[in-house]
């Protein structure tokens, strides 16, 4: 069907996937979670729409859409990185007959917090759940992270990665030095353009 593929590699509790999938413009959103319990969260989410969608009593419009949403939404249960790479040795597999994601999308957990203005209740959950409330000493480690996971969505996509920040971090893999500089201790590229709302930033990497 017509409409663009995406890859939501850091799905935390899906709704970026849900809105995604409510779209027209796409048609299908492939969500990846590394937590067990965020996981079945997801899970139980995805079999509460097949609930909704098999629903006959009264009005049939919820249970349509709940039924086109669930269509067009996958989900896998694994680290995002390992995610990318098989998915990359599939498609580079003569017999693959999956196409490349015309889009990933990672909404990973923002930068540690330096204040303590409180956060939505849903992020302080996911936050609780996955312990990154805390303000992180292994900054190198985290950067790392960042970059392998951004060096595989860049390796995956076809046209586009877009990754959502807050309005005032710095990109993906990168620090700010005490000049307001952005430095990393190993080179990876910097957004093509940026996006910018009152409170988060999208950073797009176009490919194409």
Request: charged share 30%; glycine share 6%.
């Amino acid at each position: 069907s017509g409409g663009a593929k995406v890859y939501d590699l850091c799905a935390g509790f899906g709704q970026d996937s849900m809105l995604l999938a409510s779209s027209a413009k796409i048609a299908k959103v492939h969500m990846v979670e590394r937590d067990p319990v965020v996981g079945l969260l997801l899970e139980d989410a995805l079999r509460r729409l097949d609930l909704i969608s098999q629903t006959v009593d009264g009005d049939t419009t919820d249970s349509e859409k709940a039924g086109r949403l669930r269509e067009k939404i996958e989900l896998s249960l694994e680290d995002s990185v390992s995610f990318c790479n098989k998915m990359l040795e599939e498609f580079d597999s003569e017999e693959s007959s999956t196409s490349r994601p015309d889009v990933c999308y990672l909404d990973p957990m923002f930068p540690p917090r330096t204040k303590s203005a409180a956060v939505k209740k849903n992020m302080q959950v996911l936050h609780g759940l996955l312990q990154t409330n805390e303000v992180a000493s292994d900054d190198e480690k985290r950067e790392k992270e960042e970059r392998d996971l951004l060096q595989n969505a860049l390796s995956l996509s076809k046209s586009r990665v877009v990754v959502k920040r807050p309005v005032n971090a710095p990109p993906l893999g990168y620090r700010r030095n005490e000049n307001g500089d952005f430095t990393s201790s190993e080179e990876i590229c910097l957004p093509s353009f940026e996006l910018k709302g009152s409170i988060n930033r999208f950073d797009i990497y176009m490919l194409l």
